[in-house]
C-alpha cells in the first residue's frame, strides 16, 4: 500500500514513512493510493472479532511495512480494558466502545470516550504512541513532536506519549480558551518528555505556528520534528476501525445500514467514516454536526467552503470543534474532484491564500449526494437544551460536542435505519456547561476527582514561531 499527496506532487511513501511525518513535501495530505475494498465475506468474519483484532484485520489493509505478527502485538496492547475502562455503569470495559442506546435498536451513542483522556482521540493517538515507539525502535531513532490542541488532542497525545522511548512532545494550546478540566489534565503532566507552551492566540493561531515550523524544511530536518495532529494519517486509519465496531454492534446482519451522526470540527473523525463507507461498510448516511463555527455545515449545505480567520472563530461550549479551517476536509474534496491533484492544489492556493472556493455549479457537487453526507449545526442554547432532553427522556448525561451531535440526529435521522451518535467526549470534561444546563455536577470517573488541584507545568509564550522554535532548539540540544 503505497500513500499519495492530495496535491499530487510528492513522491509515494509507504505506511511507516508517512506515520512520523505531518504534511507531504508538496503541501498536500496523504491518502492511500486506493482505498481497499470489504467484501461480504470480509464482513460475515469481522462481525466477530473483538476490538483489537478488528483492529487489526482493517488495519493491515493499510499497513504493509510491519510485520504482522509484530502489528496484531501493537493492536493487542493498545485496545485493553485496563486502556479504555472509564465506562458508564452497566457497560464493559473489554468492547472498547459500547453502544449506549437511548432508544433501543433505533438511536444510540458510540461511546467513544472511555480512554485515559475522556475523549475519542483516545482512540487512535493510542495506537499511535505505540506504533511510534515501534518504529523508532526498529530505526534507532528520536522524534519530536510538535502539535496545535484546541483541547483533547493535546491531552491525547501527551497521554499516549508520555514516557515513551525516543519522543517529545511540544503542546501547543490556546492561553485562557480551554476548560479547567482539560488544563489540569495536559498541565499536571510531570513526565520529563512532555512540554506544553500556552500561546496568547486562538487554536488557528497556535496551528499556524506548526504550519510555519513544517515549512521549515531544513529546522524540520535538524530537529527530527513530526505531527500527531489530526492530519496524521495513522490516526484517521485507527479511527476507521470503530465505524466497523459500531455498525456490528448496531446490527443482526449485513444486510442493514446504519447511520452515524459526527460532531465535528477539523473533519478527522468523520473523514474516517467517509473511507468506511468508501471502503464498503453499509452505511446509509454520514451526518455532520457543527457548532456555531459552521464552516463545514455551510460547505455541504451551499457547497462555498469559506474557512474563517481568528476574529470571526466563536469561542463556543463545544471547544473542542472551535475550528475555523478544518485540515482534513483536503482529503474529501481529494475523492470529490476525483482524486485530481492539480484541482486541489488549485482550490487550496485560495485557501492558503485567506480565501474561499465555490463547488456549487460543478457536476462533483452535484453528485455530492453519492458520498451520503448531510449535515446540521447547534448553537449554545440547543446544546443546554439537548444535555437536558438527554437527561430527562434518556436518563443520560452527555457531553457539549455529544450534545451537538444529538441535536442534528434528532433533526435529521430517518427513524427505519438505526442512527449512531459518535460520543466524541464524558460530560466530567465541560463540567462547567452541564452545571449550566442541568444545575449539578456530572460524576466524575473515579481517580480524577482532584485533578485540578495537581500541580501543572506549562510556559506562557507569544504566537510567535521563531520564539517557540528556538525553545524547542535549546531542549533538544541539552538532551
Ligand atoms: C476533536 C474533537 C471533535 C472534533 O473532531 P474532528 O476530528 O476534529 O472533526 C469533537 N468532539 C470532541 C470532544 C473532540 O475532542
Known amino acids: 500500500m503505497r500513500y499519495i499527496s492530495t496535491r499530487g506532487q510528492s513522491a509515494p511513501q509507504s505506511f511507516c514513512d508517512i506515520l512520523l511525518g505531518g504534511l507531504a513535501p508538496d503541501g498536500g495530505l496523504y491518502l492511500p493510493e486506493s482505498y481497499p475494498q470489504v467484501s461480504r465475506a470480509d464482513l460475515d468474519a469481522w462481525r466477530k472479532l473483538s476490538y483489537a483484532e478488528l483492529a487489526f484485520a482493517i488495519l493491515s489493509r493499510f499497513i504493509d511495512d510491519i510485520p504482522a505478527a509484530d502489528l496484531k502485538a501493537i493492536c493487542d496492547k493498545t485496545y485493553t480494558a485496563d486502556v479504555y475502562g472509564y465506562v458508564r455503569d452497566g457497560a464493559k470495559a473489554s468492547d472498547i466502545t459500547p453502544v449506549h442506546w437511548l432508544e433501543p435498536g ?34 534507532g531513532e528520536e522524534i519530536n513532536i510538535l502539535g496545535a490542541t484546541s483541547g483533547d488532542t493535546g491531552s491525547a497525545a501527551e497521554y499516549a506519549m508520555r514516557g515513551k522511548h525516543g519522543v517529545r512532545v511540544f503542546m ?9 478540566f482539560q488544563r489540569a489534565q495536559m498541565y499536571s503532566l510531570q513526565d520529563a518528555n512532555i ?24 529546522y524540520k530536518a535538524k530537529y527530527k520534528i513530526g505531527a500527531v495532529n489530526s492530519i496524521n494519517w495513522g490516526r484517521v486509519a485507527a479511527q476507521v476501525v470503530y465505524y466497523f465496531k459500531g455498525y456490528f454492534a448496531a446490527t443482526e446482519s449485513n444486510d442493514q445500514q446504519v447511520s452515524f451522526v459526527v460532531p465535528s470540527g477539523n473533519f ?5 467514516g467517509h473511507i468506511a463507507r468508501m471502503m464498503g461498510l453499509p452505511v446509509a448516511k454520514l451526518i455532520l454536526a457543527t457548532n456555531e463555527n459552521d464552516v463545514l455545515d455551510e460547505f455541504f449545505r451551499s457547497g ?38 492539480n484541482a486541489v492544489r488549485e482550490l487550496w492556493s485560495k485557501v492558503d491564500a485567506g480565501g474561499a472556493f465555490d463547488l456549487s455549479a460543478t457536476p462533483e457537487f452535484a453528485a455530492i449526494g453519492q458520498y ?24 443520560t448525561v452527555i457531553d457539549t460536542h455529544t450534545a451537538d451531535g444529538l441535536k442534528v440526529a434528532l433533526e435529521l435521522r430517518d427513524p427505519a435505519v438505526p442512527t449512531l451518535v459518535l460520543e466524541t467526549a464524558q460530560p466530567a470534561k465541560f463540567e462547567e456547561t452541564i452545571v449550566e444546563a442541568l444545575g449539578r455536577k456530572p460524576t466524575r470517573p473515579a481517580g ?18 521563531e520564539a517557540i522554535k528556538a525553545l524547542i532548539a535549546r531542549t533538544v540540544e541539552a538532551g
Open 448 to 465: 480524577l476527582d482532584n485533578i485540578e488541584a495537581l500541580p501543572q507545568r506549562v510556559e506562557v509564550m507569544d504566537v510567535d514561531a
Open 172 to 180: 501547543l494550546s490556546p492561553h485562557g480558551r480551554m476548560s479547567a
Open 106 to 139: 433505533k438511536l444510540g451513542l458510540l461511546e467513544l470516550s472511555n480512554g485515559p483522556t475522556l475523549a475519542f482521540k483516545d482512540m487512535a493517538m493510542q495506537l499511535l504512541g505505540n506504533l511510534f515507539e515501534y518504529v523508532l525502535d526498529k530505526r
Open 304 to 341: 462555498v467552503y469559506r474557512p474563517r480567520n481568528t476574529a470571526e472563530t466563536h469561542a463556543t461550549s463545544s471547544p473542542s470543534m472551535d475550528i475555523s479551517k478544518a485540515s482534513n476536509f483536503e482529503r474529501f474534496v481529494f475523492d470529490l474532484v476525483g482524486r485530481n491533484g
Open 372 to 395: 451520503g453526507f448531510a449535515s446540521g449545526s447547534s448553537n449554545h442554547a440547543a446544546r443546554l437544551a439537548t444535555i437536558r432532553l438527554a437527561d430527562e427522556k434518556y436518563a
Open 268 to 272: 478527522g473523525n468523520i473523514c474516517a
Open 195 to 218: 512540554y506544553n507552551i500556552a500561546v496568547r492566540g486562538m487554536f488557528d493561531d497556535a496551528q499556524d505556528v506548526v504550519k510555519a515550523v513544517s515549512n521549515d524544511h531544513a
